[in-house]
């Protein structure tokens, strides 16, 4: 997508929040691990001028208008039409993302490269996978990654009904608690398959929807080789990079790893995660 496209839709975002009243959200580039995000502004002039004291009558049409406090702080996160799938921020900034994880066979070896490199990532983990292997995720956390939600069983959630959506990703949401120490405040659909459904309890959930830019294939394992080249040729500012740290065999993933990340890092990229801004 083009720069251009990609501010307007930004923007328009932006704006939207505004008309609402709403706290909007963006995604920037942090240079280490993801924090909470700050409370949302005040409400503006025109909003206090709304919260004058009502007479009985109006009184009983506010639930009707609206007035008052939000009904709940979820409110805060955007419900999208579509996932991101890239991430703004200033020069040659790049997000290494790995899915389906954590597998104790793969993961602690991504990590050990990490952080030989002082570089952090995201993981969107299963919760199915994520409670038999709670120690890496605390791990992830003392090691300043992102731990994303990837579902609990990893289905195709455009075949599923809304109750077992939410359940999915509510039951992996407690577990990433548990484990991690904080909620997610990221989600990406297994296949990058998304729905309305998705997008909809996502946001109820207080999370913001990621796909990717650059898809390694590395689940078919094409050789060390051929997904290095693939990172190295879709390397590029914001660009999102998706690999696979569990689900099959991943050595050449891990090995993949070793490979392009001096190599970003000597081409001057800055490896880091994203993240959320309440404007
Ligand atoms: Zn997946």
């Not at 709403?22 to 691990?33: F, K, N, Q, R, T």
Request: charge should be positive.
């Amino acid at each position: 997508m083009q720069k251009d496209q990609l501010l307007t839709r930004r923007r328009a975002l932006l704006t939207g929040a505004a008309t609402l009243g709403a706290a909007g959200v963006a995604a920037a580039l942090a240079p280490g691990a993801a924090h909470r995000a700050a409370p949302p502004a005040p409400p503006a002039a025109g909003a206090q001028a709304a919260r004058r004291p009502l007479s009985p009558s109006e009184y009983r049409l506010s639930p009707l208008t609206g007035y008052g406090p939000p009904r709940s702080t979820t409110a805060r996160t955007p419900v999208r039409k579509e996932p991101l799938l890239r991430v703004s921020g200033r020069g040659r900034t790049m997000v290494l993302t790995f899915d389906d994880g954590p597998d104790p066979r793969y993961t602690p070896h991504i990590l050990d490269t990490l952080a030989r490199y002082d570089v952090r990532a995201m993981f969107f983990v299963c919760g199915e996978m994520a409670t038999e292997h709670r120690d890496l995720l605390a791990r992830m956390a003392d090691e300043g990654h992102v731990v994303g939600n990837h579902t609990w069983t990893h289905p195709l959630l455009t075949r599923l009904s809304r109750r077992r959506i939410r359940a999915e990703m509510e039951r992996t949401c407690d577990i990433i608690e548990k484990a991690y120490g904080e909620r997610p405040e990221w989600f990406r659909a297994p296949y990058g398959a998304w729905n309305r459904a998705a997008f909809q309890l996502g946001a109820e959930l207080g999370m913001e929807p990621m796909a990717w830019t650059v898809d390694t294939l590395d689940w078919t394992t094409p050789g060390t080789d051929t997904i290095v080249e693939r990172v190295e040729h879709g390397a590029a500012p914001g660009v999102v990079v998706l690999s696979h740290d569990a689900g099959g065999d991943r050595s050449q993933s891990v090995r993949a790893l070793r490979d392009y990340l001096p190599e970003l890092l000597d081409s001057g990229y800055h490896v880091t995660v994203p993240r959320r801004q309440y404007l």
